[in-house]
């Protein structure tokens, strides 16, 4: 990289520092909702540049104003090579790898032999066996110290066709490897800036669903207003563990006792609802008359009426 580019791209990386720094000087009690808001609108730019919609992420950071406090030339450069691995193309992703490979290795990351692996596959899908060989000794060979299991592993592919039924080789065949390709590509690269896998929004929504998730959101019966009515939102927590409260308890204000079906409440006019046992041992020997407790309002117990609620 030119010297003259290095520098701007350094002297960039340091006015967002400058930014960043200036930003979590802001923090405190008095401008607590002006924070959260802003915090929420670098969460939202943040699951968008994660989704490789880098054109709405960016115009969205403009709409905001936070373009100095979102990292979208960062997540811009990972687009364009998880672009490539979609294309079956893995050169971009290995000169990565060569431009970050002291820190990788640091990781003992596999995603370049991952890489080099399934260039070799390649070969053999198209039966090019000794350009196969030729690239094994160059490219595969070297990582026998490091990897040398998965090593021994692909290298029993010369024995298997692109067709083979034997499980444990046709893996290395399917296409899908791509796929495990681009999740390889994201894991190595959060960790090398230092990034979450998870998005900030999915952490703050589980955080929210584990609170809310109870044996009854999954009985059919879940209300529409229920976030685990939508499957969006049943497929997030599906790794989540289950609320420690997994049914509800309404306790009586005047007899401690629990209100259920054999103990229901009743309402008094003035909204508040007690259990039917205490309001009927109010109203024995007090005429029929109950008095709530919290506001010393006076009513008959015929202007009682059950409360019908679904626990």
């Known amino acids: 990289m030119p010297l003259e580019e290095r520098n701007e791209i350094e002297t960039l990386q340091l006015q967002r520092c400058r930014t960043r720094l200036d930003h979590l000087g802001t923090a405190s009690v008095g401008n607590l909702k002006e924070w959260n808001d802003m915090k929420l609108k670098r969460i939202l730019v943040d699951y968008f540049l994660r989704k490789c919609d880098i054109v709405f992420a960016t115009k969205l950071a403009e709409t905001y104003n936070i ?10 450069e990972a687009k364009e090579i998880i672009d490539f691995l979609h294309n079956k193309e893995i050169p971009p992703a290995l000169a990565w790898c ?5 820190r990788l290795n640091k990781f003992k990351s596999k995603f370049e032999f991952h890489l080099r692996r399934q260039e070799f596959i390649e070969l053999l899908r198209i039966d090019n066996l000794s350009l196969a ?5 160059n490219y595969l060979a070297p990582w026998g ?20 039924e034997c499980e444990t080789y046709k893996v290395l065949f399917e296409e899908k490897q791509w796929d495990y390709l681009v999740e390889d590509f994201k894991r190595e690269f959060h960790r090398l800036f230092g990034i979450t896998n998870e998005s900030p929004l999915d952490i703050h929504l589980q955080a ?13 019966n879940c209300p529409k207003e229920d976030p685990f009515s939508q499957a969006g939102f049943r497929k997030l927590a599906e790794q ?11 306790i009586c204000y005047i007899s401690k006792q629990p209100m259920d079906h054999l103990n229901r409440p ?16 109010m109203a024995v020997g007090n005429e029929n008359e109950i008095t709530c407790p919290r506001t010393g309002d006076v009513c008959h117990i015929s202007e009682l009426v059950f409360a019908h609620i679904i626990l």
């Open 67 to 76: 373009q100095d406090l979102v990292d979208i030339d960062v997540f811009l």
């Open 98 to 102: 060569a431009e970050n490979r002291i």
């Open 133 to 137: 060989v030729d690239y094994a000794q």
């Open 145 to 164: 110290a490091t990897f040398r299991e998965e090593l021994e592993h692909v290298m029993g592919a010369f024995a298997f066709s692109v067709n083979t």
């Open 208 to 220: 929210g669903l584990t609170v809310l998730k109870t044996l009854s959101c999954y009985e059919g």
């Open 240 to 250: 989540l563990p289950f609320s420690n409260h997994r049914s509800s308890k309404l």
């Open 266 to 281: 009743l309402v008094l006019p003035n909204g508040y609802a007690y259990s039917t046992m205490a309001l009927l041992s």
